[in-house]
């Protein structure tokens, strides 16, 4: 067996994630190959027989389920970085400015987008809030924006720089912002 997994930063990976549920995968855009899948909560493997009757009896943290690899994600949340980019582009000096007060929804004319669970991130969210919870409201309160704006924009050139909608390069530089820095 041939592992393509990167120590550090599967490290990395588990430390971000700590105590929240959820997974991280980071892959080799060149090649596809793993360099890091992690998923939270989890376990010790090594301890398997001695607590396998506890996991089997744990109903609330679904210990068991590889959200890595087994976990339904909605598609919409990958674009949620694009969006990401381009509102930090758009707001580079005001961007920790930005409120929304989430209801669990948004709608638009007879469309409604929900949140997970149809549940409420809460009042006075902040953009690095609505990054972190990956609110679905919020988002598509900041791409309203661009479409209502006096001068409507789009993130076709954030899409370009990203290279969307062709071949695949492995020299894309990466953007980092200030929003996704540890605090």
Known sequence: VYTTLDVELQQIADNYLGFYRGAAVVTEVK???????????????NEIDQIWNDLLLDTSSSVLLN????????????FKMITAIEFYKQHKT???????????YFTVGDD???CIRKESHGTGLSFRKTFAKSCNS????IAMQWATAPEPSSPTGTLSKLTM?????ADVN??????????
Do not use: E
């Open 165 to 169: 909608n062709s071949s695949a390069r």
């Open 94 to 104: 005001d961007w920790d400015k930005y409120i929304f007060n989430c209801k669990g």
């Open 112 to 114: 409604r987008i929900n």
């Open 67 to 78: 959200r890595a690899t087994q976990g339904k994600y909605p598609p919409g949340s990958t």
């Open 174 to 183: 990466l953007l980092i912002t200030p929003f996704l820095s540890a605090t």
């Open 138 to 141: 919020s988002f598509a309160n």
């Open 31 to 45: 090649t596809g190959r793993i360099l890091a899948m992690v998923s939270h909560p989890n376990f010790d493997p």
